[in-house]
């Protein structure tokens, strides 16, 4: 009966966390579209942006690239490269103007040895490695549970890293939009039209990274329950 009752519980935290990210995505989408046919006053690109931003913060050894898709932006720390997509590069939109901060904002921790953004790098190929197994290992110490429970345990050891990998990446997120944010007011890159939209967007982005951590726990959480009970 206990064991249904969490069964029960886990698929209602799953669903219902499904629902909010797709709901967060969706409304992202909408965002992004919206605010990427709204200018901003400097009238820079998202290329120009983070690179006057990486300057001002004095930060010469980074590089600003483009690559393909959408939403794919990102800062690499091994390359010191600051990623934009395609549609963030060349737009000199207030949304592009928010992301190229946001991910320079990442270059700005790197300089500056902000911790959070050092454990979750040093964590990197440690959540690579559990990411390829743990499911298969869960999945093995569920069927064998009563003659190899170490299987499962283990598993669970390796979703709890990526848990906590998910729960460090929040601060460096939102630390991440609070430079940008910041840094786009004074450099005059917003005004108080755009900079409500550049706040908003960026805090829709938040909101994805909040769900995704949330959603681990719940499931490690199930796990957790499953082990402890079936042993």
């Known amino acids: 009966m206990e064991t ?58 980074v590089q600003v690239i483009s690559v393909r898709g959408r939403l794919t932006d990102h800062y690499n720390p091994v390359t010191r490269t600051v990623n934009l997509s395609q549609g963030v590069y060349d737009s000199q939109s207030i949304m592009a103007a928010a992301v190229a901060a946001h991910e320079c904002g990442h270059a700005v921790q790197h300089a500056k040895g902000y ?73 005059g890159i917003t005004n108080y039209e755009t900079y409500p939209m550049a706040k908003d967007a960026l805090k829709t982005a938040a909101y994805t990274y909040v769900i995704a951590a949330l959603s681990s726990l719940a499931t490690l959480f199930y796990y957790i329950s499953l082990f402890s009970r079936r042993r």
């Open 115 to 187: 911790a959070p953004l050092k454990m979750r790098s040093a964590l990197v190929p440690a959540v690579h490695f559990a990411s390829q197994w743990v499911m298969w290992l869960i999945l093995a110490g569920m069927l064998m549970i009563n003659t190899f429970p170490q299987l499962m345990f283990i598993g669970i050891v390796l979703f709890a890293l990526t848990t906590l990998f998910s729960f460090i990446t929040l601060p460096v997120e939102i630390n991440a939009s609070r430079r940008a944010l910041a840094w786009l007011n004074t450099a």
């Open 4 to 61: 249904t009752s969490t069964m029960s519980l886990y698929w209602m935290i799953f669903i219902g966390t499904a629902l909010l990210s797709w709901l967060v995505q969706i409304s992202l989408q909408s965002k992004f579209r919206k605010y990427s046919k709204i200018g901003i006053p400097a009238r820079l690109t998202g290329a120009e942006v983070a690179r006057k931003m990486l300057l001002e913060n004095g930060i010469t050894n």
